[in-house]
Structure formats: structure tokens, C-alpha cells
């Protein structure tokens, strides 16, 4: 059974920088893909970034510039660099792991960004 375990999340004020991190059970390479989702209260859960097995990313407009998603083979995470935020990232932040037609999910970190 594969396991997502977020952390990283916290409150900080506009403009600030916060660092989440996704550690996998199993080597995060043997994912097809990877990624970042938030889900702010009342809205439906969107794609913040993604990142393939091969390296290539992908991001959502409104975080182009501002965050990086990256990988850690090392300590075996996805992470996700979040800089210049803004009250509308406010939600809580989901990792998800692509194996085949199976979808993994971690069960969250909440990100708080105060005006």
C-alpha cells in the first residue's frame, strides 16, 4: 500500500515563502507522475503543479512564477517551493502519486496566508 505523508504547511503572511514536502513509501521514481493539489474551502480541489517521471512540470496560471515543484531523490520527496503568497493560496495542500490507472492521496497540509 503506497503512502503520501505531507508536511511543510503553516500560517504566514503575504509575500512570504513556505516549503511543502510529499514523502512517498515507495521510491518516488516509480510513480508515473506526480503532483500538488489544493483545495480551498467551498471550491473543488485543482492541480497546483505536477511533475512527470521523466522530469517534465507542469503548473496552474495562477502559480506560474511564484511556485517550483522539485524532487529529492535523496530524501525521497516531492517538493513544492511556494514563494510570493497571496490569501488566495490559502487552502490545503494535497500530494498525489500516479501509478498506472491507480491514483494515491495524501491526506493534506493546510498552508494559511494572512493579509
Known amino acids: 500500500q503506497v503512502q503520501l505523508v505531507e508536511s511543510g504547511g503553516g500560517l504566514v503572511q503575504t509575500g512570504a515563502s513556505l516549503n511543502v514536502s510529499c514523502a512517498a513509501s ?4 516509480s510513480f508515473k507522475a506526480m503532483g500538488w493539489y489544493r483545495q480551498a474551502p467551498g471550491k473543488q480541489r485543482e492541480l497546483v503543479a505536477g511533475i512527470t517521471n521523466a522530469g517534465s512540470t507542469n503548473y496552474a496560471d495562477s502559480v506560474k512564477g ?3 515543484i522539485s524532487r529529492d531523490a535523496v530524501k525521497n ?3 513544492l517551493q511556494m514563494n ?3 490569501p488566495e493560496d490559502t487552502a490545503v495542500y494535497y500530494c498525489k502519486a500516479e501509478r498506472g490507472w ?3 492521496w495524501g491526506q493534506g497540509t493546510q498552508v494559511t496566508v494572512s493579509s
Do not use: A, E, P
Not at 515507495?26 to 521514481?29: A, D, H, K, L, V
Open 26 to 29: 515507495g521510491s518516488i521514481f
Open 77 to 79: 520527496t516531492v517538493n
Open 102 to 104: 491507480t491514483y494515491y
Open 66 to 68: 511564484r511556485f517550483t
Open 84 to 86: 510570493s503568497l497571496k
